[in-house]
């Protein structure tokens, strides 16, 4: 079974800049979620979908932060203009069924760095 | 809001020893889930203990839970180098279909 895919792993911008992520969930997992993680931290949810809706976004910075899971797979998220302080580790997670309590599936991450 | 705290923040022991660490939480929980984050990659589940369970075992690991005390063990026998990684446990917050994950125990196993 093929684990979560995200791209790219690393990404080096400018502040102001833009960036993207990209997530390919486990097949079949109705939930998806987007982490960022600070070095030294654990994982602070950003966003949760269960299929294309969003769940919770309480702490997505909405100013600069949006995210869109197109056709419930897929997932996006971005960063439209990027701070010193979003540098950190974005993980993507899944899970199957649609309660965010149940065993998440992680991938590698991406690591951004905002210079 | 619900948020696991993990205790020691760092440990580090020699290869063969036994590490436990611990999570504090504040209130009422259903399932309490334990990850291990090797450096660069992305968290993995180990185990989740729900909330009439009292202990649970995977292989070299064992989980405890004291609902009483609110609070969690994860004890690693016979440590590996392998085994050098964070710990971070989750729990859900409350009224929320989310988990919180806490700050992690950084373990590290000395050859």
């Known amino acids: 079974e093929a684990g979560v895919a995200q791209s790219p792993r690393y990404k080096i911008i400018e502040k102001r800049q833009s960036v993207a992520f990209w997530c390919n969930p486990i097949s079949g997992h109705a939930t998806l979620y987007w982490y960022q993680q600070i070095l030294g931290q654990g994982p602070k949810l950003l966003i949760q979908f269960q299929n294309n809706g969003v769940v919770d976004d309480s702490q997505l910075p909405k100013d600069r932060f949006s995210a869109e899971r197109l056709k419930g797979v897929d997932s996006t998220l971005k960063i439209q203009p990027a701070k010193l302080e979003d540098s950190a580790v974005y993980l993507c997670?899944?899970?199957?069924?649609?309660?965010?309590?149940?065993?998440?599936?992680f991938g590698p991450g991406t690591r951004l760095t905002v210079l | 809001s619900q948020q696991g705290e993990e205790d020691p923040q760092a440990l580090s022991i020699q290869e063969g020893e036994n590490a436990t660490m611990n999570c504090s939480y504040k209130?009422?929980?259903?399932?309490l889930q334990w990850y291990r984050q090797n450096s660069g990659r992305g968290l993995v589940h180990l185990i989740l203990?729900?909330?009439?369970?009292r202990e649970k075992h995977s292989g070299r690991l064992r989980v405890t839970l004291d609902t009483s005390k609110k609070s969690s063990s994860l004890l690693i026998t016979a440590s590996r180098a392998a085994d050098t990684a964070s710990y971070f446990c989750?729990?859900?917050?409350?009224?929320?279909?989310?988990?919180?994950f806490g700050q992690g125990t950084r373990l590290t196993i000395n050859p």
């Open positions: 989750a729990t859900p917050q409350t009224g929320a279909q989310k988990l919180v």
């Open positions: 209130t009422s929980i259903n399932n």
């Open positions: 997670a899944s899970s199957l069924g649609t309660s965010g309590l149940n065993e998440q599936f």
């Open positions: 203990i729900r909330s009439n369970e």
